[in-house]
């Protein structure tokens, strides 16, 4: 005996006379929406991939940024130390080889140097 057949396997896809007209056309579109997503998604996905080789070049560029930044800091500080040791050695053959009133008159520049730089501070952050 043969088994029944169920209605799903009596009429192939294929040769169902409804669905010629109408169903291919809806297939045809869905086929379009798809693809119209597919893009929308893949132009998102580029932008994605924009953004984040923008954002890795920026955060290279900050951190050699960074770097040089630290390099030109030790040199200035470098520099500085020099400064103030020539102008306590000035200071010193001004007056006869007395060190104390160099180290106060040292003191008293690096003093000056620091409250120009407070005045600039504040300054720039009531701007």
């Given at each position: 005996m043969a088994a029944k057949r169920t209605d799903s396997?009596?009429?192939?896809?294929g040769n169902n006379e409804k669905q010629d007209g109408t169903s291919s056309s809806s297939f045809e579109l869905k086929e379009h929406l798809l693809a119209f997503i597919n893009s929308i998604a893949?132009?998102?996905?580029t932008l994605l991939l924009y953004a984040k080789k923008i954002a890795t070049e920026k955060i290279v560029i900050g951190i050699q940024a960074y770097i040089f930044f630290r390099i030109a800091l030790f040199f200035i500080s470098l520099s500085v130390i020099f400064f103030l040791a020539a102008f306590f050695l000035?200071?010193?053959r001004q007056f006869a080889g007395d060190p104390?009133?160099?180290?106060?008159?040292?003191?008293?520049?690096?003093f000056f140097i620091s409250l120009i730089g407070v005045f600039a501070l504040a300054r720039k952050l009531k701007a």
């Open positions: 396997e009596e009429i192939p896809y893949e132009y998102f996905e000035y200071l010193q104390l009133p160099a180290a106060l008159g040292t003191g008293g520049l690096c």
